[in-house]
């Protein structure tokens, strides 16, 4: 899927899992937050939508200082789960080493977060993984490099799966008055106003082979989705759909797979559900595609590739099917409508 605009890229909306909860526990509304950096309520709330990446971290960074938590980044990464990175971190356990694990989410995080270049070099003894978004303003941002360090630590954590200690870590952006949330979470050195945003840690701990305990994660995830769905499979499924939609791989088989099941026993659950995964996809693609079209940001034809879709005639074909309009129509007349 091409859908990637420097100017204007796209982030999943499961990494604001965690926010809702963070300002509700000190009284406030998130979804006010939301308008007032121009999001919609969908961005907190729906499943996987790719959302404008700078009003996401407009977005954090507002929240930040509403409540005098520089590090919210770091607050963010603690609360999520594998889940944010969904399917892509299920591949990320299947490889053979910690580093090309790493790897994969270097060629692939594109599908979920758009402009983002991460790497990881080895040199002598040493690891150094260091992250770089394309659009100045989110890199220049807090929120941004304490998120994405943040996250890096956790998922180098899953995949070694034992005790292992980061040599430093180094940030762009300025130190804040108290550094100990910083040193506490990594439990390492961490400097700050440094040239480059970098985790460095012993090369042995990267090379080590993916631990038998997070090739564990497609039952961890399957896990998560039912406490979080409270059982209903149904929501579980849609929301694993949701993410293999944007990879351009949404068939019963690899969502499947991403959950822990086999084809058969997916298809089997499903039946006793009185549902077929076909009507799972199109319930996702419906939803969707209305919120998509009820923002400026997406053009038609990111529209259709967003939803899965290999042509915009083939979107538009669907769209009618469904509300007995084209979707330039019910652009036309109900986004209007919902703003006044």
Known sequence: MQVENVAHPLISSSFLEG?????????????????????SRAALHADNLLVPYLEHTHLLELVAREYDTPWLGLEMAR?????????????????????????????HLNICVQ??????????????????????????????????????WQNMQILYGDKCNLRAVYFRHEAPADTSVYTRFFRCP?????????????ARYVLAPIAESARQIPHLLRQHLQEKHQGKLTEQVKQIIS?????????????ATAMGFSTR??????????????????????????????????????????????????????????????????????VPSRAS
């Open 19 to 39: 926010l809702s909860d963070f300002v509700l526990e000190r009284g406030g509304d998130p979804e006010d937050y939301a308008r007032r950096v121009g999001l």
């Open 79 to 107: 609360r999520q789960s594998v889940a944010v990175f969904g399917p892509l971190f299920a591949l990320m356990t299947r490889s053979e080493t910690v580093e090309e694990g790493f790897y994969l989410l270097a060629r």
């Open 115 to 152: 402009n983002l270049d991460i790497q990881i070099h080895l040199n002598d003894d040493l690891a150094v993984f260091s992250a770089m978004a394309r659009n100045s303003a989110i890199d220049n941002s807090t929120t941004f490099q304490d998120h994405a360090m943040g996250l890096a």
């Open 190 to 202: 961490v400097a700050f106003n440094h040239p480059n945003l970098e985790l460095v840690a012993d």
């Open 243 to 255: 993410h293999h939609l944007i990879m351009g791989d949404c068939s019963i088989h690899t969502v």
């Open 265 to 334: 026993t997916l298809q089997r659950h499903l039946q006793e559900q009185q549902a077929t995964f076909q009507q799972l996809v199109e319930e996702v693609r419906r939803q969707q595609a209305l919120e998509y079209l009820s923002s400026h940001y997406y053009r038609l034809t990111d529209i259709a590739a967003l939803l899965g879709y290999s042509e915009l005639s083939a979107f538009t074909r669907s769209f009618k099917r469904w509300f007995g309009i084209s979707p330039q129509r019910w652009r036309q007349e109900w």
